[in-house]
C-alpha cells in the first residue's frame, strides 16, 4: 500500500474528554463495554457473567451510558417473561485516543487489568497468536509504528459486522518505554 493511500487512523479519532477518560478508568467498565460489544446484555446478565453484584454493575453501567459507549437497547421480554432493559455498546470508545500524558496510574492501566481477567478467565488455550518484542524506536519510529499498527486494526474495526458470525478475538496493542531505558 503506498503511503498516499494508507489510511490515516487520526481521521476518525479525537481525544478522549475528561468524563470519557474517567468512563474508561475501571477495569469492570472496560470489560462492560467489550461484553456489550459482543451484543447486547442486561444488568444482571453483566453481573451474572462478571460475577458482580448487580448494584455494582448499574453502578458501572450508568457511567457507561453517560459518557456515551453504551445505550439502551430495545426493551425485550425474558426467558421467565419479565421485561428486560439491554445494553449496547455504541461503538465510541474505538474512535478515541487518550491522551498519555494526561493519564494517571490508574487510568492508563485499566485496560491492561480488563485484558489480564479477560485472558484468565478465557484460558491459556485461547490464545490464538501474539509477538513478545524489544525494540529501539525513536520518537518518529514509534509514531510511525502505533499509526500502521492502528492503521490496520481499524480496517477491521470498520468491517467486523461483515464477520459478525465469526468467534470473536479480543486483544491489546501496548509498547512502554522498558525500565532503565535511556533517553537518547
Not at 467498565?29 to 458482580?52: F, H, P, S
Not at 453517560?66 to 455498546?89: H, I, M, N, Q, W
Request: net charge negative; glycine share 6%.
Amino acid at each position: 500500500m503506498s503511503e498516499e493511500s494508507r489510511p490515516d487512523p487520526d481521521a476518525k479519532r479525537r481525544p478522549a474528554t475528561p468524563q470519557e477518560l474517567k468512563a474508561m478508568s475501571h477495569p469492570l467498565r472496560v470489560r462492560i463495554l467489550r461484553l456489550c460489544g459482543d451484543g447486547e446484555l442486561t444488568n444482571k446478565q453483566l453481573a451474572d457473567r462478571l460475577e458482580v453484584d448487580a448494584g455494582t454493575v448499574y453502578y458501572h453501567v450508568r457511567q457507561l451510558v453517560d459518557a456515551g459507549f453504551l445505550e439502551p437497547a430495545a426493551v425485550r421480554t425474558g426467558e421467565s417473561g419479565a421485561l428486560e432493559k439491554p445494553y449496547r455498546s455504541t461503538g465510541k470508545s474505538w474512535w478515541l485516543s487518550a491522551p498519555l500524558e494526561d493519564l494517571d496510574l490508574a487510568h492508563g492501566l485499566a485496560p491492561v487489568e480488563a485484558f489480564q481477567q479477560e485472558l484468565a478467565e478465557a484460558g491459556p488455550a485461547s490464545i490464538a497468536t501474539y509477538a513478545r518484542f524489544s525494540l529501539h524506536l525513536s520518537p518518529e519510529d514509534l509514531a510511525e509504528l502505533d499509526r500502521r499498527i492502528v492503521a490496520v486494526l481499524d480496517e477491521y474495526v470498520e468491517t467486523d459486522a461483515e464477520r459478525s458470525h465469526l468467534p470473536a478475538h479480543g486483544g491489546i496493542f501496548l509498547l512502554h518505554r522498558a525500565a532503565g531505558a535511556v533517553d537518547q
